[in-house]
């Protein structure tokens, strides 16, 4: 251990109080009992799928186009979700399907 | 409806939505608990990281505060903006989570990527209770994670098997609910604006800065729609 017990206890405090200011603070702001304003109830409706967009591609920030393989196992593992998901629209199916090809991809195709 | 078929429903309701959420923090969370350990951090810190802070990503960055000087007022700025965007989270469970009851400080506490795409995006079967659905939900992301990388503290290094890539599980559960929340919906303007706007802030910022801006940019193209666009503005994907 680099820091003593105590240090690394703050430390883990400190990373605890900032994401829990994060995850709390809309909460606190519009309690349940006051109604939130109307951009408020607006932002709740549209922000959740242009989140999971920021998420997907949040995941997919360390593909490079520009070297090997040049995003090719990405590209792969995405078509074939949307491939089986179009087809079949099955949620756990989709997304093993898409693991798997990936795996495959960066295990034995692209090395 | 009594209690314990109560808790059993929600129970059996909840679990296969939480399956590639096992199999994602099953191999990460060991892979984070090993990592502890090889810069001397054994399974009890990693269990205490988990439990008390629990989030992903900024647990790997914090590994780096952990074999740092001692700096808590940076390990808390810095939880800060990695986490900004659970704000959003809260911002879109504001309706939802209402009148959930006594969980609701839990479902809060534990509301991380994964459990917020899930909660967000299924509602309970009918007939299910919807607190202890989506408590179950969040209860079990949670226990995953603390469990996995309190065990990967223990045992990472014996294990010996090829995972490489496992951990685009994660990305494939995005990508899936992505796609639910696209076919569900008939206007698509958020997801663009979402996607796009991450893109375009990811080449602008680069890998390690562009969250913050992606959200500004994401809220500033969503107040600019509602201004412009005339009438009742349709449920958004």
Redesign the interface.
Known sequence: ???TPI?????????????????????LL?P?KKT?PA????????????????????????VSFLSFPHGM?EAA??LS??FL?IWK?N??L???G??IV??V???FVFI | MNQRHKYQSAFLAAFPNTLPILTGFAFLGFAYGLLMSANGYGPIWSFLMSSIAFCGSMQFVAVTLLTSPFAPLQALYMALMVNARHLFYGLSMLEKYKGIGKVKPFLIYVLCDETFSIVNSKEPPEGVDRAAFYFFVSFLDYFYWVTASTLGGLFGSAIQFNTKGLDFVLTALFIVIFLEQWMEGKNHFSAVTGIACSIICLMLFGTGNFIIPSMLLILFVLSLYRKFRKGDIPSCT
Do not use: D, N, W
């Open positions: 251990m680099y820091l240090q690394a206890l703050i430390i883990i405090f400190a990373i605890a109080l900032g994401t829990m200011l994060t995850r709390f603070l809309p909460f519009f349940e939130p951009y408020i109830t607006y932002l709740g409706k549209v922000l959740p799928s242009a989140i999971i967009g920021l998420l997907v591609v949040y995941c997919l920030k360390g196992p593992a995405v979700i949307l998901h629209r949620t756990l989709s997304i093993a898409g693991t990936y795996m991809m960066v295990q």
